[in-house]
Nanobody, 125 residues
């Protein structure tokens, strides 16, 4: 079964940075032709869109709440995608998920076929 695996979460002080990684596990498939999205679920809230990227469509998109602070990068040789998070705020505290789909880099979670189990990010004030 195709799965994604997130890593890099942890506890950080406000203003700090973290880099989350997204890798494939199980039946390996290439992320290079797929759209990869990042979503997060804050405590007690619904899961929400954070960012998405597609090399195929040449597009990235970010939620307004993270624009200018978060960025996405990729390493096709190692089949990895990264979410760089800078200037973190307590309201960024959430479980972060990566997801992938074969199509347009959507901001809607139901459009994504493959999901990881999430990694916890906690930002202290």
């Amino acid at each position: 079964q195709v799965q994604l695996v997130e890593s890099g979460g942890g506890l950080v002080q406000a203003g700090g940075s973290l880099r989350l990684s997204c890798a494939t596990s199980g039946r390996t498939f290439s992320l290079s032709g797929l759209s990869v999205g990042w979503f997060r679920q804050p405590p007690g809230k619904e899961r929400e869109f954070v960012a998405t990227v597609s090399r195929r469509f040449g597009r990235t998109d970010f939620a307004d709440s993270v624009k200018g602070r978060f960025s996405i990068s990729g390493d096709n040789a190692n089949n990895m995608r990264y979410l760089q998070m800078n200037s973190l705020k307590p309201e960024d505290t959430a479980v972060y998920y990566c997801a992938a789909r074969d199509g347009w880099p959507s901001t809607t979670e139901s459009d994504y076929n493959y999901w990881g189990r999430g990694t916890q990010v906690t930002v202290s004030s």
